[in-house]
C-alpha cells in the first residue's frame, strides 16, 4: 500500500486535528442511530490515545465513537478520480461509516487500511464516523484476558497487570496515526517494489509497478551524479546504476526514482520513492550488511509518551533519532508492532537498521481460538510486509515477540507464518524473537535467533557476577544447538531515576549501567553475536501491576521524558569507542 503523495497528479489532505468524541459502555451508539453522526460528544485530539486525554478513559478499553465533518477540496473530482479514505493505525477493531453508510471494518492496530469513497462523498459537509472497539479478548492478537487454562506461568500470569493484557505495555486504544483523503487517476499506480543488488560497483534495482493500465511508464533515477532514464511497457524493468552510492549506516544514501505512466506522449501520474542500494544476508555466524558484517548496537523500544500514548508524534520521534545518534546507536527493533510509516523514512535517512515487527506479541498456541489468531498473524505478516518492503533501513523481519511457543502448536503455527514471509520478501533475514532459548521451536527454521533474557534481574536477581556467567553458559548451548548468529534482542534493569547505590544494587542506576557493561562484554567475546538492543531506549506507561511502580516499566536507559540515566553515558563510552 503506497503512502499518499501530493502532486500535480496526485492529491492529498489529512484530516486530523479535533474530532467529535464519545464512549460507549453501554453499547448503545449503534441503535442510537451513531452511525449517521452523534451529539453530546466531547473533543477529542486524532491523532492520539484516548486513555491519557480523559480522567475517565485511562483504563477504558471498550467502544467508543468518533466524528468529524469535512468539504471535499478543490481539485478532488469524484467524476474523473479515484478518492480513497486511508488509516495509518486504529486500535484495536475500527467500524467506518461515511453519510451514514459503512464503508467496511479492520481489526488489528498498527497497520494501514484504507476504503475506496469516490461514489459516496459529498462535495460539501461529509460526516465521517468511527466506532473503534479496544477490549482485549484471548482470539485478538496481541490477545489478552486469557483464562487459567490459557496461562504459562513462566510468563506474567502469576502478577497479571490491570487491564489484564498478555504483555507488558499499556494497551492504548484510539486513531493513533493521520486520517488521509487523497485522490489519484483510475488508471495511478497502485504498487510498487524494488528489490536491489550489487554486482561490483554497479547498483543494481529491479522494479515491478502494479497499475491497472498496459501503458507506457517512465522510471527516472536521480542521486549522487546518477541521471538515469528507462521507459517500458512492462510491469517490470532493471536499472542498473554504474559506481553506485551504497547505502549505509555510515553513509545513508538514496536515490529518488521517479515513476511515471505516460499516454500519446502526456504524463498522467507519478509517484517517488527514495530507494537505498544494499544488501542483507545471514552467512555463518554474520549478519552482512552489502556483503561485509555488520554489528548492531541498538534499543527495543516503544511509541509511548504521555498524554499522546501511542499516538503520532513528530517532535518525539526526531528526539528519539537524535539520542540514538548521541549514543552511538545504529539499530532498533520495533517491538512490539510495526512504527509510524514516517518514523521508517527518517531510518532510510538517518541511516539506522530495523528489525521489523509484528503486533504478535504475547501469542499462545490452544486449539481454541488457534486458527483465527493464525489468520490474524498471516494478515499482519502481509500488511507489514506490503508496507515496508522498499525501506532499505529493513533489514530483518520479525513475526513475533516472545510466543509462550512451549506447546506441540507452536511449531507449525511459525513454520506458516515463516513460508509467508519468505514467500513475500526473499530478500530479508526472518525471526522470531524468543524467552525460551533451548526450548524454543521456531528457532529451528528462523534465519537468526533472537533472545530476550534478564539475567542478573529475574534470574540471578542482583547478582551481577552470577548473571553474566549464565548468560555466557546459555548462549553457548544456543550457538551449539542451532548453529546460527544470535542478536542478544532483550536485556537490562528497572532503573529508578536519580536512584544511586555503592556498591551497585537492583534499581540503582549504577546497577544498570554495570549489568549492560558487563553482559555487552560477554557478548562481544562470541564470534556468533551479531548484536545487542537493549531493553528499553526510555521507560514507558504497563497497566498496574506489584511489579510496577507508577504503572511504568523503568528499564529504560533514558526517562519517559527522555532525559539520559547513568547506563546511557555508559553505552555511549562503549558504542562511540573504537
Request: charged fraction near 25%; hydrophobic fraction near 40%.
Amino acid at each position: 500500500m503506497l503512502y499518499p503523495q501530493s502532486n500535480p497528479f496526485r492529491q492529498t489532505i489529512d484530516l486530523s486535528g479535533f474530532w467529535d468524541f464519545a464512549f460507549d459502555p453501554e453499547q448503545r451508539g449503534y441503535s442510537a442511530g451513531w452511525v449517521r453522526g452523534f451529539a453530546d460528544a466531547r473533543p477529542i485530539a486524532v491523532p492520539a490515545s484516548w486513555n491519557d486525554q480523559f480522567e475517565d478513559g485511562r483504563d477504558y478499553l471498550g467502544a467508543a465513537w468518533y466524528q468529524t465533518h469535512f468539504d471535499l477540496p478543490l481539485g478532488f473530482d469524484p467524476g474523473l478520480q479515484k478518492i480513497c479514505l486511508r488509516f495509518g493505525s486504529v486500535n484495536y477493531l475500527a467500524e467506518v461509516w461515511l453519510n451514514g453508510e459503512c464503508l467496511g471494518t479492520h481489526e488489528g492496530g498498527h497497520l494501514p487500511f484504507e476504503f475506496d469513497v469516490t461514489a459516496r462523498l459529498q462535495r460539501e459537509a461529509n460526516i465521517l464516523v468511527v466506532r473503534v472497539d479496544g477490549e482485549l479478548k484471548p482470539d485478538r492478537v496481541p490477545p489478552g484476558n486469557l483464562t487459567t487454562d490459557m496461562q504459562d506461568v513462566a510468563t506474567h500470569s502469576k502478577y497479571p497487570n490491570y487491564p489484564n493484557a498478555s504483555f507488558d505495555f499499556f494497551p492504548f486504544c484510539g486513531i493513533h496515526r493521520p486520517v488521509l483523503l487523497y485522490a489519484t487517476t483510475r488508471e495511478a499506480i497502485q504498487d510498487v517494489t524494488v528489490i536491489t543488488d550489487i554486482v561490483g560497483e554497479t547498483g543494481r534495482m529491479r522494479v515491478t509497478i502494479e497499475h491497472s493500465t498496459s501503458t507506457l511508464a517512465r522510471f527516472t533515477l536521480r542521486g549522487h551524479g546518477a541521471n538515469i532514464v528507462a521507459e517500458t511497457h512492462a510491469n517490470e524493468i532493471v536499472l542498473d546504476v554504474p559506481r553506485a552510492a551504497l547505502w549505509s549506516p555510515d553513509a545513508p544514501n538514496l536515490y529518488d526514482l521517479i515513476i511515471e505512466l505516460v499516454r500519446d506522449g502526456a504524463v498522467f501520474d507519478r509517484y517517488t520513492l527514495a530507494i537505498g542500494i544494499r544488501t542483507i544476508q545471514v552467512a555463518g555466524d554474520a549478519l552482512l550488511l552489502n556483503g561485509k558484517p555488520i554489528h548492531l548496537a541498538g534499543f527495543g523500544r516503544h511509541e509511548d509518551f504521555a498524554i499522546s500514548g501511542r499516538g503520532y508524534n513528530p517532535p518525539v520521534i526526531v528526539k528519539d533519532f537524535a539520542l540514538l545518534k548521541w549514543i552511538g546507536a545504529n539499530s532498533f527493533r520495533t517491538s512490539h508492532y510495526p512504527y509510524s510509516e514516517q518514523m521508517m523514512d527518517l531510518a532510510d535517512r538517518l541511516g539506522f537498521l530495523v528489525i521489523d515487527e509484528t503486533p504478535a506479541v504475547g501469542l499462545f498456541f490452544v486449539e481454541s481460538g488457534l486458527e483465527r489468531r493464525l489468520e490474524l498473524c498471516r494478515q499482519y505478516t502481509r500488511d507489514v510486509i506490503a508496507r515496508d518492503k522498499n525501506h532499505p533501513s529493513v533489514i530483518m523481519w520479525s513475526l513475533a515477540n516472545e510466543p509462550r511457543s512451549n506447546h506441540p502448536n507452536a511449531k507449525n503455527f511459525f513454520r506458516n507464518l515463516f513460508d509467508l514471509a519468505k514467500s513475500l520478501d526473499a530478500t530479508r533475514p526472518v525471526t522470531v524473537v524468543s524467552n525460551k532459548s533451548l526450548e524454543e521451536e521456531a528457532f529451528e527454521f528462523c534465519d537468526m535467533l533472537c533472545l530476550n533474557r534478564y539475567n542478573a534481574w529475574y534470574h540471578d536477581s542482583g547478582q551481577l557476577d552470577a548473571g553474566s556467567v549464565a548468560l555466557a553458559k546459555e548462549i553457548d548451548a544456543l550457538h551449539a544447538k542451532f548453529n546460527k548468529p544470535l542478536l542478544m534482542a532483550e536485556f537490562g534493569a528497572d532503573t529508578i531515576p536519580g536512584w544511586h547505590a555503592q556498591p551497585p544494587e537492583m534499581f540503582s542506576e549504577e546497577f544498570q549501567a554495570e549489568l549492560l557493561d558487563q553482559q555487552i562484554h560477554v557478548l562481544r567475546s562470541r564470534p556468533f553475536v551479531v548484536g545487542e538492543q537493549i531493553w528499553n531506549m526510555c521507560d514507558f506507561k504497563t497497566g498496574q501491576s506489584v511489579r510496577r511502580m507508577g504503572s511504568m516499566n523503568y528499564k529504560g536507559v533514558f526517562t519517559r521524558d527522555r532525559r539520559p540515566k547513568l547506563a546511557a553515558h555508559r553505552l555511549r563510552e562503549i558504542w562511540n569507542s573504537k
